[in-house]
């Protein structure tokens, strides 16, 4: 990615966040804006596109916080991030019988790959969604809000304790000229960590990641839920107490590889910092449930149950179905990694989130 290059000659080193939105979102070389990497054949495989009990089940959580809104006759159905539209396109057929629901569904994508935005259009078509480069740009109202894996994209600062003090890690061009490496920024007092208790000092050479995107967007949903009404459900790779530690990494083909070899290539993505996302949901009126991991969230709203009446219908792929529950639950699969958050305008109560 020639641009990076010249951005960093003409304004020098860049931090990690705007490394990542130029690798991920750059209108023309950008990872997203260029391809489709979900799948087999991409780069890395999401839960929706290991089974349509995912999408189901979401749908099915979705109807649920619409019957306890009163069952408003039109919602915004807004999804952030749909990849391929699988996701949605399982919930909107899971809820075909839920009287009034799809109709009442007013469908709105948040997207900015244009490449996944055409995939979205296929498989969505039946429910004439309409796109938009960023959730402000989605009209108010009452509204249910769903992203998967769309906060691990989001770009992250990255702060190093060294030598007893905090410098943002920022990205250079190598010394011979090509290539691209780390390099420390000068002494920053805009503390990063403000949920770690700063009378413990760090680790030495701990880095402490930050996502003020994140956080802006999730204080912006829950403003909107709180003030509109209705509920959003997050679901990500992430973690759920403060911590330290470099997460960003970059994937190709199904594999780890180098964060600076391929910006433009290659997947980039950092653990969700849940914490983070809590405290800014605390900053508006709107309710924050959990973070869950996924396995408790998914087997509160009805895997085994949904996982039965699938085998039933279709005994052959009983192992299939099988294997698809241990991916999505199994603690040394995605079961514990990814975490489950939901928010609520005041009076719901969102399922799956029970102790
Ligand atoms: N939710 C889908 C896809 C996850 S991949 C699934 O679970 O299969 C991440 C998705 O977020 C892709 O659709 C990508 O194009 C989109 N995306 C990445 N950064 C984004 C941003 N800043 N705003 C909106 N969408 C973004």
């Known amino acids: 990615m020639q641009y990076l290059h010249r951005v960093i000659a003409a304004h020098g080193p860049i931090s990690v966040a705007r490394y990542m939105a130029e690798a991920l979102g750059h209108p023309t070389d950008g990872y997203y804006t260029t391809r489709d990497p979900l799948g ?18 979401i749908g099915a959580w979705c109807a649920d916080v619409w019957h306890q ?46 490449v996944l935005r055409q995939q979205q259009a296929e498989t969505l078509a039946a429910y004439r969604p309409t796109w938009h ?21 989001l770009p992250v600062h990255q702060f190093a304790f060294a030598g007893g003090q905090w410098r943002e890690r920022l990205i250079d061009v190598g010394a011979n000229g090509t290539g691209l490496r780390f390099v420390l920024g000068p002494v920053t007092e ?47 790779y ?13 994937v190709h083909n199904h594999e780890p590889v180098d964060v600076l070899a391929a910006p433009g290539e290659d997947d980039l993505c950092a653990h969700v910092d849940f914490v983070a996302l809590r405290e800014a949901v605390c900053g508006t009126n709107a309710t924050a449930w959990g973070p869950v991991t996924q396995a408790h969230f998914l087997a509160a709203i009805g895997l085994e149950a949904r996982a039965a009446t699938l085998k039933k219908a279709a005994p052959d792929a009983g192992g299939e179905i099988d294997a698809a529950v241990t991916r999505l639950t ?15 305008s005041a009076g719901l109560t969102p399922a799956g989130f029970a102790a």
């Open 40 to 57: 087999a054949k991409g780069d890395f495989v999401t839960a929706p596109e290991i089974s349509q009990m995912f999408g189901e089940l």
């Open 330 to 344: 199994a603690s040394d699969q995605m079961g514990s990694l990814f975490k489950v958050l939901a928010l609520t």
């Open 238 to 250: 992430g973690y759920d107490q403060p911590g330290f530690g470099d997460t960003v990494q970059a």
């Open 133 to 153: 480069d960023a959730f402000d740009q989605v009209p108010d109202g009452p509204l249910i809000v769903v992203a998967n894996e769309l906060f691990d994209a």
């Open 69 to 114: 809104m009163d069952r408003p006759p039109v919602f915004r159905l807004v999804e952030l991030g749909p990849g391929r539209g699988t996701l949605m396109s399982d919930a909107l057929r899971a809820t075909r019988k839920v009287e009034g629901f799809v109709d009442a569904a007013d469908l709105h994508l948040v997207e900015i790959s244009p």
């Open 190 to 236: 805009d503390w990063p960590a403000p949920q770690v208790d700063t009378a413990q000092a760090p680790p030495p050479a701990a880095i402490r990641e930050r996502c003020p995107s994140g956080s802006a967007l999730i204080g912006e949903i829950g403003h909107r839920v709180a003030v509109h009404g209705g509920a959003a459900l997050v679901v990500d």
